[in-house]
């Protein structure tokens, strides 16, 4: 079988990329999904807050994600589900399995990877203890409740302030649990601040920042918690032991793009992102193969998400009517002070012809701060923001005009504004 575009992953990635290539000429796209249904991660989201960038409406993720599945079908572009993508080889081969169909190989002119993230587990993490049952990732625990239906606990500790494990706080509460605290190892929560107001203020459950687990105690079933307060190496301080009796720990510790394909492909990963490389087509460090979403770096607001998958979807259709995309080996966009990585990681200035969005990550709370992009020691243009936090991720668009005569490397930086 043989293809103009393949999407791999059906997420709102994987859904906006294929509906971009598809309006930008191409017609025969296929998209590859490992689950039964497309909408990737947002089916099990019911919570809303999704969409208000995008369609101005604050929707819930079945929602935004039924838009999408909609605009799929009604152009009628090709997708099968339960599809396992195996392998990808450089010239653009694609192995998949699925229970109706079994084996299959497939051709492409050009690869989306759309693949999404996975949670990081307990064993990522080392937490001493027992194994009991009643340790779940948040997003395992949402699935139970959202999707299969079975409540997987009654007094609950979460790990991790994150937006799912902020999330899964206020879900847990309202389907009855007694949700005792939320642990947090840095001294700020990794969530976005409307998700810290509607589900946790709101609740009147606590946050304790600075705080870890250290023990699990239970055999058959959790029983109790060890909570330590940790110092500012994040180590555990003696003494300051609390035991939280509860019977479910859900781990909310972070999220790492599903990269397993795109390390065999031989795709160059960014160490700060866990993602492929990309430049501001979207497209890898592999001609012909571009990638968008959660498997690039894990964002908050899938409005992101959908812009980024209409880049990488538009400019997968360029470069199968063979116009000019640009290549990895341009201008590197360096991270500065304050900054812990930003996406692109690269950008060819003789061929953009757009303003070029900038991705990124603090690496702390700052206030009153300007987004400083140089070149060398020249200052080419600032963003002012009165609050930078990790757990939000950052824009900015620089106008072309900004990067003309550039010599060497950029650099994204925080100066404090006095
Ligand atoms: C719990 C949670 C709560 C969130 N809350 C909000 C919110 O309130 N507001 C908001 O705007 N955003 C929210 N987000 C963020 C947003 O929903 C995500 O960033 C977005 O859904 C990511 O889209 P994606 O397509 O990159 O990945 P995904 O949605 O994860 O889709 C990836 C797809 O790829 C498939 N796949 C992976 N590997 C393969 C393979 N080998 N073969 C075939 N298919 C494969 C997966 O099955 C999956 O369907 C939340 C995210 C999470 C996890």
């Known amino acids: 079988m043989k293809y103009d575009v393949v999407v791999i992953g059906g997420g709102p990635a994987g859904l906006a990329a294929a509906k971009a290539a598809y309006e930008n000429g191409i017609k025969k796209i296929l998209i590859i999904e490992r689950d039964k249904e497309l909408g990737g991660i947002l089916q099990q989201c019911i919570h809303n807050g999704f969409g208000l960038h995008r369609f101005k409406e604050e929707l819930t993720g079945p929602e935004y994600a039924q838009r999408y599945i909609n605009m799929i079908t009604d ?10 993508v195996l392998n990808i080889t450089h010239d653009k081969k694609i192995s998949m399995i699925s229970p109706e169909k079994g084996y299959q190989e497939i051709e492409a002119k050009s690869i989306i990877l759309a693949m999404g993230c996975r949670e990081r587990t307990r064993g990522a993490i080392n937490i001493p203890g027992y194994r009991p049952a009643g340790i779940f990732t948040a997003g395992a625990a949402q699935r139970y409740i959202n999707m299969e239906g079975y409540m997987v606990g009654k007094k609950v500790i979460i790990l991790g302030s994150g937006d799912i494990g902020l999330i899964m706080a206020r879900r847990m509460t309202l389907e009855g649990a007694d949700v005792k605290a939320v642990i947090e190892l840095q001294p700020f929560s990794g969530g976005l601040t409307r998700n810290i107001v509607q589900c946790l203020d709101d609740f009147g459950i606590p946050l304790l920042l600075s705080h870890t687990v250290t023990n699990i105690l239970g055999k058959n079933r959790v029983e109790s918690v060890t909570v330590s307060k940790v110092d500012e190496n994040k180590q555990p301080i003696p003494g300051t032991e609390i035991e939280y009796e509860c019977d479910t720990l859900l781990l909310s510790v972070g999220l790492i793009p599903e990269n397993e394909l795109s390390r065999e492909l031989g795709v160059k990963l960014d160490r700060r992102t866990s993602g492929p490389m990309v430049n501001e087509t979207m497209q890898t460090s592999i001609s012909g193969i571009f990638a968008c979403g959660n498997v690039v770096h894990v964002h908050d607001l899938v ?16 470069y199968v009517l063979s116009k000019s995309i640009p290549s990895l080996n341009s ?4 991270n500065g002070k304050g900054i812990t990585y930003t996406v692109p ?15 990124m990550r603090v690496n702390n709370v700052y206030k009153n701060q300007k987004i400083l992009v140089k070149n060398g020691e020249k200052e080419l243009i600032g963003f002012p923001r009165k609050h ?26 925080l100066q404090e504004v006095l």
């Open 345 to 359: 990681q690269n950008i060819d200035l003789d061929k953009a012809s757009e303003n070029i969005d900038i991705f």
């Open 331 to 334: 201008i590197a966009i360096e």
């Open 303 to 318: 409005d992101f998400v959908s812009a980024e998958g209409e880049r990488a979807g538009k400019n997968a259709a360029n």
């Open 75 to 84: 152009l009628q572009i090709e997708y099968t589900l339960e599809s396992m």
């Open 388 to 413: 930078l936090a990790p757990g939000e991720m950052e824009r900015i668009t620089i106008p072309l005009k900004f990067l003309k005569n550039i010599e060497g490397n950029l650099t994204v930086e």
